[in-house]
């Protein structure tokens, strides 16, 4: 796992001494990502800099080293990620005469672009990747990105340099670099947490959507161009369902997911795998242990406060699966001291809670191993968010029900106060009962009245009309709202799925993972959404997915056969931190200071006038507006080291 930057100036105005010094620069900003070594090649004739931050992983040696030739010198490589099925297409390449130095994937994929060319090596790859390939005959750099968007990538043209980088914090340093804010961009950060692909958080800089290949030259300008797409992978899953008894179905789920994991524990250096004690998570860690001749190293971290801790479930699963097992439990003061730290980490604003214990078990894990499996990915490709089964519920409301009668249904909920259904609910057994019920039921009396597609859209987001408070914004278009997409998915489940895997999964969970593991210099591994899994993942009916109201059945009966049932039945926790309570509390100066009125008005970009209201509602213990509020803080402790 490394870092890549670097950029093109197809004017060649640099000097070759200035390259070099610009492309060390550009490398040694990712040394976080790349600890091992950072090191650049330049080349002033085709005015091309490309920086490397190296985390060694496989080949330790100087013949894996970056950026990387091919043997005929033609191609010039830096990339970040793995590449599973290196052994074979090494194989592949040997018997058409090529040779290897050393036993890296990243040789074999340059020699593989000497031979099948760019983009047929990209379509052979298992694995993932972020790279940035320079074809020294044509003068033509190519960015490449993973299918699901597991590795990142940032570009812009500004003054006519293309600039590319895994992070923003390398774009900031190429000359002609220009950081203005994208209030759209911004709106729709507001709405969701994230900024959706194919924005970024500065006007002019996009990230590379996944599954895609940009091509960028002095005389064809910027091109990009699908080379797999999950559109495609559903339109083909459903041509050609499995219509086969669920032991069958059982058998070939298992058979690739075990491959999938069995591929990812190749490594020159210590490996383990992230706990959690759920379904995904002990998944992984079963096939992962089934595989090794001795007990893997499995890491949790747990908190104090029961109704956040998953720990306990971790250790249990570990006992069971006999692994060697860490956990780490966190303190309130050991959580909070990783916040100042986040707009540095996440690069643009990012406001998903859960980042702050994925730091943690990175951090933790980072003492013991350099690379570590995690389970990301389950809940989107076998159907095991919550929200699904609430999605389904409104999408028969909305065909069965006229709107006045849900309006009516809605006002009826909204009747009682989020405190009230609170204590309805506490008469619910603990282990049924979810968190926040009354927050979420008046989430479900705000979606109700809603027609069309724009149901889900408002059931994800974190607050309908946060986008409104980012003075001269509009709302942006984005892949959540197209009407295509829903008239291309005519069932329910699937279309929810299919949103969730295109926009939430890379844009949030795998953003997330990403930079939180790469902050400590950790590889993680994400094997439930290798591309296999996925493309059989579409081929299964929704009665492999969801049954008796319970979603991820398939994946459960793989996971039964390694753990008990009983160890793992429970209520959905996710991986969250008591973030409510710790902004009436120990974060309670923290956020005054950044939520202060008339700093805000000052700023010019957001109206502080709702912004007080929910605060000063959610200090008094009146409603919990925890998400939109930690929305408001990211951005401003952001905005304050990157724009004041």
């Known amino acids: 796992m490394c870092g890549i930057a670097g950029f093109v100036d197809i004017r060649r105005r640099l000097a070759q001494a200035e390259l070099d010094r610009l492309a060390l620069m550009l490398a040694r900003s990712l040394s976080h990502r790349g600890p091992d070594a950072q090191t650049a090649w330049t080349d002033a004739e085709g005015g091309v800099a490309l920086g490397h931050a190296r985390l060694s992983i496989v080949d330790l040696s100087p013949t894996g080293a970056q950026p990387m030739h091919s043997s005929c010198g033609r191609f010039v490589v830096s990339y970040n990620g793995e590449v599973y099925n290196a052994p074979e297409l090494r194989a592949e390449l040997e018997a058409s005469g090529r040779r290897f130095r050393g036993h890296s ?158 591929r990812r524990l190749v490594a020159d250096v210590p490996l383990g795998m992230f706990l959690s004690g759920g379904v995904d998570s002990s998944t992984v860690a079963a096939l992962m242990q089934s595989v090794s001749s001795s007990p893997i190293r499995t890491f949790s971290i747990g908190f104090h406060e029961q109704s956040f801790d998953e720990a306990q479930h971790a250790k249990q699963v570990a006992s069971h699966l006999g692994t060697n097992h860490e956990e780490f439990y966190v303190t309130p003061a050991e959580a909070q001291a990783v916040i100042p730290n986040l707009p540095t980490i996440y690069d643009e604003p990012f406001a998903d809670s859960s980042q702050i214990p994925t730091f943690l078990v990175s951090q933790m894990t980072r003492r013991h191993v350099t690379v570590a499996l995690s389970g990301d990915g389950g809940d989107e490709l076998f159907a095991g968010y919550n929200r699904y089964n609430t999605g389904l519920r409104l999408a028969k409301a909305i ?72 003075r001269g914004a509009r709302e942006p278009a984005h892949l959540l709202a197209d009407p295509t997409i829903r008239a291309r998915f005519p069932d329910d489940l699937a279309w929810m799925q299919f949103l969730d895997t295109i926009t939430y999964l890379p844009d949030d969970i795998l953003t997330k993972v990403d930079r939180a593991s790469m902050a400590v210099s950790l590889e993680a591994r994400v094997p439930l959404i290798d591309h296999r899994v996925v493309e059989l993942a579409w081929r299964l009916p929704a009665r492999f997915k969801v049954r008796d109201g319970k979603g991820k059945w398939l994946l459960r009966q793989v996971l039964y056969k390694h753990v008990p049932k009983a160890l793992i039945e429970r209520p959905k926790m996710g991986f969250a931190v008591p973030v409510d309570m710790w902004l009436r509390g120990p974060l309670r100066a923290w956020a005054d200071d950044l939520l202060d009125a008339a700093a805000l008005r000052q700023a010019g970009i957001l109206d502080p006038a709702p912004i007080a209201q929910k605060w000063n509602e959610h200090k008094s213990g009146r409603r919990n507006w925890q998400q939109f509020l930690w929305n408001v803080l990211m951005f401003e402790a952001w905005r304050r080291q990157y724009l004041a």
């Not at 996009?206 to 495609?232: C, H, I, N, Q």
């Not at 603990?430 to 009245?449: C, I, Q, T, Y």
């Open 105 to 262: 994937d990243t040789e074999v994929m340059v020699e593989g672009f000497a031979v099948w060319g760019v983009e047929q090596t990209v379509r052979r790859l298992i694995g993932m990747f972020a790279f940035a390939v320079w074809d020294r005959r044509d003068r033509r750099l190519t960015l490449v990105r993973d299918r699901l968007g597991i590795k990142p990538v940032y570009w812009g043209v500004f003054d006519n340099r293309l600039m590319f980088a895994s992070e923003l914090k390398s774009l900031r340093l190429v000359p002609g670099w220009q950081g203005v804010l994208d209030r759209d961009a911004l709106a729709a950060y507001m709405r969701f947490g994230y900024v959706p692909a194919p924005g970024s958080i500065y006007q002019g800089v996009r990230k590379l959507m996944p599954g895609t290949l940009l091509e960028y030259s002095a005389e064809g300008g910027v091109r990009e161009r699908t080379y797999w797409s999950l559109s495609d992978v559903a339109d083909a899953g459903d041509r050609d369902q499995l219509d086969v008894p669920d032991e069958e179905a059982e058998r070939l789920l298992e058979d690739v997911l075990t491959d999938s994991v069995k």
């Open 399 to 470: 065909r069965t029900l006229p709107r006045p009668a849900r309006s009516a249904a809605a006002a009826g909920i909204r009747a009682l106060s989020p405190q009230a259904w609170d204590c309805v609910f506490a008469m619910v057994p603990s282990r049924m009962r979810p968190r926040n019920p009354g927050d979420k039921m008046h989430k479900f009396a705000n979606v109700l009245p809603e027609d069309g597609t724009g149901y889900y859209r408002h059931l994800i987001s974190q607050w309908d009309g946060a986008w409104s408070i980012v």
